[in-house]
């Protein structure tokens, strides 16, 4: 691709502002969080010393499968090709990109899913040198350069290295316009990655809403409040972490209340709260934190039933996943003897 002139900049800064709102407002927080990848790149920038469990997780979160235990089947079969073939790129891991791009060409069966595949490692391995991109970000690309009428024939659609290519130049000829400061290359790329995708999204709610958590690694080590007794909090589960995580929001936002209602509490806990972004585990996480499951005592509900129903729920095998939703309007109040203020 051509570079970008200031005008085709200008232009695509307008249309990115005017709808970067909008879709990072259903973008999967829980499914691509920061840190893991932050943690990656020193661990890469050496291929000879990467875990091959770590590299299938690093492939996973890649493909929006972070925590999750089941994969779309093709691609299972292209990390799985990968895990196979690393021994055998190790020794190519210095070579020119073009030959290491030949390489998984070669070796990957599914080459719609292996491009993406390859480009993360390329990004991973070489950040400085390669943009985080796939074919969703691609679209992305494509489609915002065909509406300011910038020469579709300089942009190839195939799945080459040129691609990768005209990627970093479309995406670094923006990123120093955007206003968003240290937080501008994040953005950047969750709103190409979601606008990217956006159809996948034309059969759910037009409602349909995310929220990054403000807390997304947590730790009981140092664990310190001026407001709530968090050494009262036993159980180390992840309904424990989640209402630790709720006090310290309150605390963060200095929210003087100590009386809510179940759905007040869960819209402060989005999913990927204190990392954890498996939906299911997260669910369950959110049941167990209404009952009294364990002697726990988190909460003073107005109807006392209702915590023996968040009780027996977190209890069953067949439990109701979204079972807090029934009782979204049920208030309580935080026990007070976690308020340092009460005791």
Request: with cysteine.
């Amino acid at each position: 691709m051509n570079t970008l002139n200031e005008k085709e900049k200008r232009s695509l800064l307008t249309l990115i502002q005017d709808r970067i709102d909008e879709h990072l407002l259903r973008f999967p927080y829980a499914r691509y969080p920061v840190e893991p990848i932050l943690d990656w790149y020193p661990i890469f920038s050496d291929p000879d010393t990467v875990p091959l469990p770590l590299l299938k997780k690093a492939l996973g979160w890649h493909f929006g499968c972070w925590q999750r235990q089941s994969l779309p089947s093709s691609v299972s079969r292209t990390i799985s090709a990968i895990l196979k073939t690393w021994e055998e790129f190790i020794p190519l891991a210095s070579a020119e990109p073009q030959e290491i791009f030949r390489f998984w060409q070669v070796h990957l069966p599914d080459w719609n899913t292996g491009f993406s595949a390859a480009a993360f490692l390329f990004h991973l391995q070489r950040p400085e040198d390669f943009e985080l991109v796939d074919r969703h970000r691609m679209e992305a690309m494509r489609e915002l350069l065909h509406e300011i009428g910038h020469s579709e024939q300089t942009v190839s659609t195939g799945l080459e290295y040129t691609n990768l290519e005209d990627y970093k130049v479309f995406f670094r000829s923006i990123l120093p316009k955007l206003p968003y400061k240290g937080y501008s290359r994040i953005k950047l790329d969750r709103f190409l990655k979601a606008y990217g995708n956006r159809h996948a999204y034309k059969l759910v709610s037009p409602d349909f809403r995310t929220i990054e958590p403000t807390i997304r690694t947590f730790t009981w080590d140092g664990l310190t409040s001026e407001r709530f007794r968090m050494e009262h909090i036993i159980g180390r589960a992840n309904c424990d972490v989640l209402f630790a995580c709720f006090l310290l929001s309150l605390e963060a936002q200095s929210n003087s209340s100590t009386e809510f209602t179940v759905g007040e509490i869960v819209g402060l806990l989005p999913v990927g709260t204190a990392g954890i972004c498996n939906e299911a585990s997260f669910n369950y996480a959110l049941i167990s934190l209404f009952s009294q499951q364990r002697q726990r005592d988190f909460w003073v509900f107005d109807k006392p039933e209702i915590s023996r129903a968040f009780t027996e729920q977190a209890n069953q095998s067949t439990r109701d996943m979204r079972f807090y939703q029934l009782h979204a309007g049920e208030k309580l109040q935080v026990n007070s003897k976690y308020l340092i203020s009460e005791n």
